[in-house]
C-alpha cells in the first residue's frame, strides 16, 4: 500500500478534499492532509485566492513543503488545483519520490528541474473545458511526451475541482472513474 501527501485546493481543506481522502484511505492506503489554511474553507475559489494572496502564496506553499518533512521518502504527492503546485514541486525535487497524482491542474516540468524524475510515474486528471486546467493542459501534454511514466485523463465537461464531493462542481461519474484511475495507480507504485 502507498503512503500519501495530498495537497488540498485553494478553497481549503474541505469535506469533499477529507472524503477523497478516506476513498484512498479505505483501499488501505495512508493518506496525509496537511491543512495548509488552519481550518479555513472558502465559498468560492476567488475567496480562497484573496485569504492566499494577502497570506503570501509563497509561505503557504512553503509550509505545505515542509509538511512532508516528517515523512520518510517513498510518498506519493498528491494535490488538487492550488495544491498540485506543492506537490509537483516535492515529487520532482525530493529523493525517493514513489509517485505523483496531479488533479486540476500540471505546471511546466522546468517549473522545478530540466526533466521530470526518472522512475517517478505520475497522473494528470483534468477536465477538458476547465478554465484553469486549458492553461496548464500543453504543460500536462509536454510532460507526458516527455516520459513513460506518465498518463494524462481528460474528462468531458468544464468543472474545476470536479472530484471534491463538497462542492457545486462535484461531477459523480468523473470522480468516480478519476478515484478509480488513482486507486489503480496507488496499487501499481
Same mark, same amino acid.
Given at each position: 500500500m502507498a503512503e500519501v501527501l495530498l495537497y488540498h485546493h485553494i &478553497? *481549503? @481543506?474541505?469535506? *469533499?478534499? +477529507?472524503?477523497? $481522502?478516506?476513498? /484512498? %484511505? &479505505? $483501499?488501505g492506503h495512508t493518506v496525509h492532509t496537511p491543512d495548509l489554511f488552519d481550518g479555513r474553507t472558502f465559498a468560492s475559489i476567488e475567496e480562497g485566492f484573496g485569504f492566499a494572496r494577502e497570506k503570501g502564496l509563497d509561505a503557504i506553499r512553503e509550509r505545505g513543503a515542509a509538511a512532508a518533512d516528517g515523512h520518510a521518502p517513498g510518498l506519493v504527492y498528491a494535490g488538487f488545483s492550488f495544491g498540485v503546485t506543492i506537490a509537483q514541486r516535492l515529487a520532482q525535487t525530493r529523493p525517493g519520490a514513489r509517485g505523483a497524482l496531479l488533479m486540476d491542474s500540471c505546471l511546466p516540468v522546468s517549473e522545478y528541474g530540466e526533466a521530470w524524475p526518472v522512475g517517478v510515474p505520475? &497522473?494528470?486528471? *483534468?477536465k477538458e473545458g476547465d478554465e484553469f486546467f486549458d492553461e496548464d493542459l500543453p504543460a500536462a501534454r509536454e510532460l507526458v511526451g516527455s516520459t513513460g511514466a506518465a498518463e494524462l485523463f481528460v474528462y468531458p465537461g468544464d468543472q474545476h475541482l470536479? =472530484?471534491?464531493?463538497?462542492?457545486? $462542481?462535484?461531477?459523480? #461519474? =468523473?470522480?468516480? /472513474? @478519476?478515484? #478509480? %484511475?488513482? +486507486? =489503480?495507480? /496507488?496499487a501499481s507504485v
Open positions: &478553497q *481549503g @481543506l474541505t469535506d *469533499g478534499v +477529507r472524503a477523497f $481522502a478516506d476513498d /484512498l %484511505r &479505505q $483501499a505520475v &497522473q494528470i486528471h *483534468g470536479f =472530484a471534491d464531493s463538497s462542492l457545486d $462542481a462535484y461531477d459523480p #461519474e =468523473a470522480s468516480r /472513474l @478519476l478515484l #478509480e %484511475r488513482v +486507486r =489503480a495507480f /496507488l
